[in-house]
């Protein structure tokens, strides 16, 4: 059998609702994976609902049940049972079908590539925010150097830790990583969760555009400014109920979390015994 045609429709029978999390409709999947009668087709269907329950997810987050009208002939209203699958659904509807159906062992691929390549893709988030952060960071603080050099900054290490006494309440950058017990070899902006490298990044943009728009000259008055804007960021987190950003936990080094990705972004798809997160959408689009 040729797979194309079989793994194109699959593709193709997929809905999204308005939240973006993706579904199937029972009654498409139906033909799709070689089952001419429902009856037969709603047995797999509970058998891949207890398989859900048994695994630790919630059927309900998977399996909702609905009807639909359908008009007959002379325009007779017919109700006839459908459901909302989510991905995981799908995929335990193949994995409990009949496996001498060719079609169900296209499906179990198709539904496990795309369940691991949403599970990759969840997990690549939010850690290629806090590189992306990182690398900003990294690219505001070369210049607001280059602003210090011009305002005449000489001592930089004492010019960066006046931003860092402004931001964390005080504490010097070597006194933060003590705190948090990062070791005195690496960076504290490396160890650095997305919240804390957001707020660094806005005190070094800021003091940047402040050095250049007041034309501040001067090692102290570099000194100054860049504590005034550190503690002016500090004020806003405080004042929005935010954690201080001494006390935000250290992250695992940047470093470790690209090596991670890379192994991540390349490993092959997984049999799943879990649910995925998300649930199905609650209303059809």
Known sequence: MDESPIINELDRRKRVAKNGSEYWMARDLQPLLGYALWQNFQQVIERARMACESAGGNPAHHFIETNEVMTGGKGAQIQRGNWFLSRYACYLIAMNGDSSKPEIGLAQTYFAVQTRRQEVQDQLTDGARRVMLRDRVRDANKNLVGAAKIAGVQNYAFFHDAGYRGLYGGLRQADVKRKKQ?????????????????????RITQTEEKIRREHVRGQQDCERTHLGVGKKVRETIRAIGGTMPEDLPPEPHIKKLVSSMKRLAGRKPKALTQPETPPIPETQD
């Not at 997305?194 to 990044?201: M, Y």
Request: proline share 5%; net charge negative; hydrophobic share 40%.
């Open 182 to 202: 990062i070791p005195d070899n690496e960076s504290l902006l490396d160890r650095s969760g997305r919240v804390e490298l957001a707020a660094n990044e806005f």
